[in-house]
């Protein structure tokens, strides 16, 4: 068993893996639990702007606050940097900043993988151009496949959750599509 | 538009003459060429089918699949879209960091600072999230 690699996430991802384990709802997938499993297999950073974006998305009593609760439980598996205090010119690109703060995080960390779930809009674009190096970014969906590569999930669970994510969050269909037939059609 | 103007090419096709008829009234009234009149019929089709997710779809299955090229999507969906698209295709083989868990995740009362909350909605209307 080697290290736990370094990896850093924005704020959609956490609550976006906390989701169907809240979410009480027959149509919520069941019997994984994407948020603990990412935490524990990988050493997870966020700047601490994260932290405050989730406890925003508390207080009310939604499906949203719901799996911020539950990131906040979690947020002790967290390694959190005060990105504010070191950054020296924020980055220009019209992202959230979460997001921004992550990606300066993750280049000055030289981390392994930079997740976001920015796919839909053409912010994933700017992401891709803030990297130093692109090869690092990945979106939820895509390290749900992953993991299921690796046994940590069954491909039932992935697929039941990536169709739940596709209805309830309207993420890409044809990415998510393609992700399934890279991953789990053999 | 401040484009130099583009090289050109015949097509010949057959059409019921009765449509043909039709496209020749119509260039005369508008006074413009039956050519103009169909280069700018098959230009507002093209325009129409962009925005129809269905024709996206395609257009975005066949540039996955490697039947269609960059520059064909990019000339039909936008250069944003078309980009999206193309970094997408890249990401897909990527290989991420291993995970590494050692035999068995530590257990939900171990692991999170209280037990874990569960929502449901209230009645039937609030089974749709209000945010995102």
């Given at each position: 068993?080697?290290?736990?690699?370094?990896?850093?996430?924005?704020?959609?991802?956490?609550?976006?893996?906390?989701?169907?384990?809240?979410?009480?709802?027959?149509?919520?997938?069941?019997?994984?639990?994407?948020?603990?499993?990412?935490?524990?297999?990988?050493?997870?950073?966020?700047?601490?702007?994260?932290?405050?974006?989730?406890?925003?998305?508390?207080?009310?009593?939604?499906?949203?606050?719901?799996?911020?609760?539950?990131?906040?439980?979690?947020?002790?598996?967290?390694?959190?940097?005060?990105?504010?205090?070191?950054?020296?010119?924020?980055?220009?690109?019209?992202?959230?900043?979460?997001?921004?703060?992550?990606?300066?995080?993750?280049?000055?960390?030289?981390?392994?993988?930079?997740?976001?779930?920015?796919?839909?809009?053409?912010?994933?674009?700017?992401?891709?151009?803030?990297?130093?190096?692109?090869?690092?970014?990945?979106?939820?969906?895509?390290?749900?496949?992953?993991?299921?590569?690796?046994?940590?999930?069954?491909?039932?669970?992935?697929?039941?959750?990536?169709?739940?994510?596709?209805?309830?969050?309207?993420?890409?269909?044809?990415?998510?599509?393609?992700?399934?037939?890279?991953?789990?059609?053999? | 538009?401040?484009?130099?103007?583009?090289?050109?090419?015949?097509?010949?096709?057959?059409?019921?003459?009765?449509?043909?008829?039709?496209a020749d009234v119509v260039?005369?009234?508008?006074?413009?060429?039956?050519?103009?009149?169909?280069?700018?019929?098959?230009?507002?089709?093209?325009?129409?089918?962009?925005?129809?997710?269905?024709?996206?779809?395609?257009?975005?299955?066949?540039?996955?699949?490697?039947?269609?090229?960059?520059?064909?999507?990019?000339?039909?969906?936008?250069?944003?879209?078309?980009?999206?698209?193309?970094?997408?295709?890249?990401?897909?083989n990527r290989d991420p960091?291993?995970?590494?868990?050692?035999?068995?995740?530590?257990?939900?009362?171990?692991?999170?600072?209280?037990?874990?909350?569960?929502?449901?909605?209230?009645?039937?209307?609030?089974?749709?999230?209000?945010?995102?």
């Open positions: 068993m080697g290290e736990r690699a370094i990896i850093v996430v924005a704020t959609n991802v956490l609550l976006n893996l906390a989701t169907p384990v809240v979410d009480g709802r027959s149509r919520a997938p069941t019997g994984e639990d994407p948020l603990r499993t990412v935490l524990t297999g990988y050493d997870v950073h966020v700047p601490s702007s994260v932290l405050g974006e989730v406890s925003e998305a508390r207080g009310s009593d939604d499906l949203l606050s719901a799996a911020a609760d539950l990131v906040f439980q979690a947020s002790h598996h967290l390694t959190t940097h005060d990105v504010d205090a070191d950054i020296e010119e924020p980055l220009d690109f019209g992202l959230d900043r979460g997001e921004s703060h992550g990606i300066w995080l993750a280049n000055e960390l030289s981390a392994a993988m930079f997740v976001t779930d920015e796919f839909n809009t053409r912010n994933y674009l700017f992401v891709s151009l803030a990297l130093d190096d692109r090869n690092i970014l990945f979106t939820t969906p895509h390290i749900l496949c992953v993991l299921t590569d690796h046994g940590l999930f069954t491909p039932q669970y992935v697929d039941a959750a990536l169709t739940y994510y596709v209805e309830t969050k309207q993420w890409d269909r044809q990415y998510v599509d393609q992700l399934r037939n890279t991953y789990l059609t053999e | 538009m401040d484009m130099m103007p583009e090289e050109k090419t015949r097509v010949d096709f057959n059409a019921p003459v009765s449509l043909v008829d039709q260039a005369d009234l508008l006074d413009v060429s039956r050519t103009q009149l169909l280069i700018e019929a098959l230009r507002d089709e093209i325009e129409e089918l962009a925005t129809d997710d269905g024709f996206r779809q395609m257009i975005s299955d066949a540039y996955y699949s490697g039947e269609t090229d960059f520059e064909t999507v990019e000339s039909i969906l936008g250069t944003e879209e078309a980009m999206r698209m193309k970094l997408f295709r890249a990401s897909l960091p291993e995970p590494q868990i050692e035999s068995e995740l530590p257990p939900p009362a171990e692991f999170y600072d209280g037990d874990i909350p569960e929502w449901t909605p209230h009645d039937e209307a609030d089974d749709t999230e209000s945010r995102t």
